[in-house]
């Protein structure tokens, strides 16, 4: 069977990647996201194992000495990490993994995995982006300065994807994300 595509997917916080991520899962068959480690606390509403999987600090770094992870960042003083085992058996079985990561771990992935496909979402400006984020409510005033002083470092980075992507409709992004997939 042919190997899945391992695609790096990134964007700014509050630019939407979720909720695009919903509709690639709800139209395409193909389409796996990877579910991360973190050591950061759940929001109202996720749930371990399957937003993310909730872990200490401890328990992160017993992984990072075993390998077990395919690539791992610190973001805004907390770690997130790709388990390695779980996406390599996807990949096996034809799937098509996304991971939803930032930066640092899509530059890990793009040197480890050069064939993987990257793409980085984008919004329409950085005010809708802010606004976005407090539309959201989910996180606290320091939190949002902080994610919002993350976008400047990472806008330097949106030059080593393949692909940007604007999320000016979500409908609209999904689909030409499900075209670069499947015509890369
Ligand atoms: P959030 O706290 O909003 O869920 O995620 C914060 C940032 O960490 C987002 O940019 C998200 O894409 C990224 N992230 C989530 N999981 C991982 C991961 O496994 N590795 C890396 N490097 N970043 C991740």
Redesign the pocket.
Known sequence: MKRGKLIV?????GVG??TIMKKLLATDDSVRL?V???T?SP?EGEVDGV??YFISKEQFEEIIREDG?L???T??D?Y???PAKAVDDMLEKGLNVF????????M?IMKKRPDCVSIFIVPPSLEELERRLRDRGTEDEETILK?LS?VEE?KNFVKYYTYTVLNDDVDRAAKEILEIIHNS
Do not use: D, M, P, W
Request: proline share 0%; hydrophobic share 15%; aromatic share 18%.
């Open positions: 997917y990134t964007g700014y916080s990647k979720g990877s991360s480690c973190t950061r929001r937003h993310y992870f690539e791992y960042a973001y805004c907390n997130y990490g790709t991971l939803e990561i930032e930066v640092q771990g899509g890990q994610r993350a990472e």
